[in-house]
């Protein structure tokens, strides 16, 4: 079946220090990958994805590149600040082609704090 | 270009009552996942919608039931709540099925 694994929170990093959340995954198939960030109070919003073996995902200075031979999906920042603080969640997806559903298979969430 | 919403933003419920929540999907998207977080916990899929058929469901019982209308906005239905149906609802749609753009939620507190 369909699962991922996230490295267990909580994570508390210095403003400026390097980002490792780790994330593994397993499927069936080809899954695309995703890392959604949910900030208090709020709704999951996309950070960045990668849909086959060796892309790699960035968006606003977060990177994560698609291990098929590790089957991991490791997300990172060079340099974090705090308005990064939230939880993070590693997701992939079991759309087959052709097919609609696509339904998201999400870790358990890594939270983040970030100090000044 | 109007995001996904959802409504209500919060809601109280007694054991055994029913629910509806609503959510309206984003401009050009025809598909509809509805999704369960606990507090703590990742999301679980429930459902999805696309072309107001359900298209696949999860691990929940019957009494959690959806539709989906002509304009692709969506409903989820839960009977005969219970306490461990307290929890974030979201909704999150798409046009291709493989990047889903999630609402704000709707936070159900069952007591």
């Known amino acids: 079946g369909n699962s991922v694994t996230q490295m267990e929170g909580p994570v508390t990093l210095s403003e400026e220090a390097f980002l490792t959340i780790n994330c593994t995954y397993t499927?069936?198939?080809?899954?695309?990958l995703f890392w959604y960030v949910q900030y208090p109070g709020e709704g999951l919003q996309l950070l960045l994805k990668?849909?086959?073996?060796?892309d790699k995902g960035s968006n606003k200075g977060f990177e994560a590149t698609y291990r098929k031979e590790t089957t991991s999906f490791h997300l990172e920042k060079g340099s974090v600040q705090v308005s990064d603080s939230a939880v993070y969640f590693c997701?992939?997806?079991?759309?087959?082609?052709?097919?609609?559903?696509?339904?998201?298979?999400f870790g358990r969430g890594t939270q983040l704090t970030v100090w000044p | 270009e109007t995001g996904v919403t959802q409504s209500p933003t919060h809601l109280i419920k007694t054991r055994g009552q029913q629910v509806t929540l609503r959510c309206s999907s984003q401009?050009?998207?025809?598909?509809v996942s509805w999704y369960q977080q606990a507090l703590g916990q990742g999301p679980q899929f429930i459902f999805q919608?696309?072309?107001?058929?359900?298209?696949g469901r999860g691990n929940f019982p019957p009494r959690f039931s959806g539709l989906q209308f002509p304009n692709y906005s969506s409903e989820l239905n839960v009977n005969a709540l219970e306490l461990d149906d307290s929890a974030l609802y979201l909704c999150?749609?798409?046009?291709?099925?493989?990047?889903?753009?999630f609402g704000p939620g709707t936070r159900l507190t069952v007591t």
């Open positions: 999150a749609s798409s046009s291709r099925g493989y990047e889903q753009y």
């Open positions: 499927a069936t198939g080809y899954p695309s």
């Open positions: 990668a849909t086959k073996a060796d």
């Open positions: 997701a992939l997806s079991d759309r087959d082609r052709g097919s609609t559903l696509g339904r998201l298979y």
């Open positions: 401009s050009g998207h025809n598909t």
């Open positions: 919608y696309y072309r107001e058929e359900e298209n």
